[in-house]
Nanobody
């Protein structure tokens, strides 16, 4: 039973930084993709960043150069370091994961490829 639990959201001023965490349990796949998505009211869920089991990363154009995704395997924890935050980054942020080698393709940003999701953590940039 895979469980993902996010934390680290909050209120931050424009230009500030925030780091989200996602602790994974029950995950034993050797080949996988873990990602961060975000969603605001009335909009579709948007892929923000992803990392595969080989450590390769992918980013949405809107966050390239500002956000960094990383994975600490020893702690089973996925991170999203967010810098130079903008009001348009405000959203509910979700951690997602699933097995497979599709992470290195454009599918990383398609939420239909992920079967495991966290409950979300709210980020508000004022």
């Amino acid at each position: 039973h895979v469980q993902l639990v996010e934390s680290g959201g909050g209120l931050v001023q424009t230009g500030g930084s925030l780091t989200l965490s996602c602790v994974a349990s029950g995950y034993t796949y050797s080949s996988y993709c873990m990602g961060w998505f975000r969603q605001t009211a009335g909009k579709e869920r948007e892929g923000v960043a992803a990392i595969d089991s080989d450590g390769r990363t992918s980013y949405a154009d809107s966050v390239k150069g500002r956000f960094i995704i990383s994975l600490d395997n020893a702690k089973n924890t996925l991170y999203l370091q967010m810098n130079s935050l903008k009001p348009e980054d405000s959203a509910m942020y979700y951690c997602a994961a699933d097995q497979g080698e599709w992470c290195r393709t454009a599918r990383w940003s398609d939420d239909e490829w992920y079967n495991f999701w966290g409950q979300g953590t709210q980020v508000t940039v004022s």
